[in-house]
């Protein structure tokens, strides 16, 4: 095994490791940001940064892990079909949600002109915002299972099988 190939294998983990933290953070802080501020708004705002972040890593990691994939692992003679998959859902779901959803979150608020929780819940755009805010939830979820995924897939395949004179061990 080459020194180029493991690097590539621990920073794919790394990488992986802190995108499944970075999406466990966001999803924990749907649950506490709303309980621990004192407005629907300001708790929006804070949600809406927070994912603008972690999409904008989701959309830098992709590519790099990719590369760590084609470094690591085709050496090893490792199935990788799944394994591209799941980083493209990831990565999509965080350029869907980066470069769409959110920026669109932003600007029906804007268009709202009051605070979300003055606003009747018959309001157009407060269910345009609440159907936006289920997608960008979505998206979230599917960063976190490919985030998972990819842990798990490179962790149990990271080494590789020992052959002593044609048997496998």
């Given amino acids: 095994m080459s020194v180029i190939g493991s690097a ?3 920073l794919h983990v790394l990488i992986t490791g802190i995108w499944l933290g970075a999406g466990a953070l966001c999803i924990l802080l749907v649950f506490l940001v709303p309980e621990t501020l004192d407005s629907r708004q300001a708790a929006e705002a804070v949600l809406s940064a ?3 972040r972690l999409d904008l890593f989701g959309l830098l990691a992709g590519p790099v ?10 050496p090893l003679m490792v199935r990788l079909k799944m ?5 493209l859902a990831g990565t999509g779901a965080a350029a869907l949600s980066g470069r769409y959803l959110v920026p669109k979150m932003r ?3 804007d268009a709202m002109g009051r605070p979300l929780q003055d606003l009747p819940s018959t309001d157009p755009l407060v269910s345009q ?3 936006l805010s289920v997608a960008s939830l979505g998206t979230l979820g599917v960063q976190v299972l490919a ?3 990819l842990v ?6 990271g080494k590789p099988k020992k052959q002593s004179y044609g048997i496998e061990l």
């Fill in 129 to 131: 915002y609440l159907e």
């Fill in 83 to 87: 394994r591209l998959f799941v980083t």
């Fill in 50 to 52: 927070t994912r603008a």
């Fill in 8 to 10: 590539a294998r621990v």
């Fill in 65 to 74: 892990l990719l590369l760590t994939l084609a470094v690591g692992w085709v």
């Fill in 107 to 109: 600007e029906v608020m």
């Fill in 147 to 149: 985030a998972l995924l």
């Fill in 152 to 157: 798990i897939t490179a962790v149990a395949a």
